[in-house]
């Protein structure tokens, strides 16, 4: 927004609340697509430029590529941490039940 009606007071704190946002829905699709986690990343990347553009569109927001940046930044280590989860919760399955993984 122009005026966002409030920011505590730390320099680019939004920019850490869309990585942040983005990082929980890398992680979130990533574990829920493992063998697509290129797909993951560039479909949540168009998300977000279409978001910046959407409200760049729209006259009364703001539309920031720094944000998208910030967005795609995050994007990242969500699909680590998903990456690090499948590979713990596989290897789990496989030594308790000889299940193989969902891969």
Excluded: C
Excluded at 27 to 52: D, I, K
Excluded at 53 to 73: E, F, I, V
Excluded at 82 to 92: D, L, N, Q, T, V
């Amino acid at each position: 927004m122009p005026n966002p009606p409030s920011e505590p007071g730390i320099p680019f704190f939004d920019k850490f609340e869309h990585g942040f946002g983005f990082l929980v829905m890398g992680a979130w699709f990533g574990a829920l697509y493992p063998n697509r986690r290129l797909r993951v990343l560039v479909a949540l990347s168009a998300f977000a430029a279409a978001t910046e553009l959407l409200q760049w569109a729209s006259g009364y927001r703001d539309g920031d590529p720094y944000d998208w940046m910030a967005d795609t930044a995050g994007i990242l280590p969500g699909l680590a941490l998903a990456w690090i989860a499948w590979r713990s919760i596989g290897m789990k399955l496989h030594r308790l039940f000889g299940v193989d993984p969902i891969y």
